[in-house]
């Protein structure tokens, strides 16, 4: 047990950080999405990697013997929550067990806010979507968010919009673009 007030890592780093391949597509993976850091994208493949370790632990129960009513609530949950955030893809029917084994990095990057601002089109770039919500200018459901890797629900999408006035762009200052007078 730990300190109260000091949170632990929420994430793993890589066993081999000099690994060529991976550095390439974690960069990829950081300009795709506007991250700040690789621990970023170290955090989204602890969330992938906590699902799919209990999703295997619930199919090994399941084939072993008869599964427990806490395993089948848990299951359950498990494909609800990932439902509710949109994380696990609805192909045809219902979410099965094996689909969330076949979760991506990806598939939880394009859940974050950041993201989510830059497709409804509220940002021009991630970037410019990421300094919007660090600076405050973003509202989930009337609500400021100031948190980046906020992961917006289905429910909360349509309701993701300015804080307050709209920010100030270029033209509204007065700043006149180059070559256009």
């Keep these: 047990m730990g300190h109260p007030k000091r949170r632990r890592k929420t994430y793993e780093k890589p066993r081999r950080p000099w ?4 550095i390439k597509e974690e960069k990829e993976l950081a300009e795709k999405y506007g991250l700040k850091n690789k621990r970023e994208i170290w955090k989204a493949a602890s ?3 906590k699902y799919r370790r ?3 632990e619930i199919l090994a129960e399941i084939a072993g013997m008869k599964p427990t009513e806490h395993t089948l609530k848990k299951k359950e ?9 949109n994380i696990l893809k609805e192909g045809e029917g219902a979410p099965k067990l094996e689909d969330v084994l076949a979760l991506s990095i990806e598939d939880v990057l394009e859940r ?13 770039s991630v970037k410019h979507a990421r ?8 509202a989930v459901n009337g609500r ?3 948190i980046p890797s906020y992961i917006v629900n289905v429910e ?15 033209e509204e200052k007065g700043v006149v673009e180059e070559g256009a007078e």
């Design 19 to 22: 690994e060529i391949n991976r």
């Design 47 to 49: 969330i992938v990697k």
């Design 54 to 56: 209990e999703i295997r």
């Design 77 to 85: 949950d498990i494909l609800a929550s990932l439902k509710r955030r």
């Design 112 to 124: 974050r806010l950041q993201t989510r601002v830059h497709k409804t089109g509220l940002a021009n």
């Design 131 to 138: 300094q919007l919500i660090v600076h405050g200018h973003i």
């Design 144 to 146: 400021r968010v100031t």
């Design 156 to 170: 909360e999408e349509g309701k993701i919009g300015y804080y307050g006035q709209i920010p100030a762009t270029s």
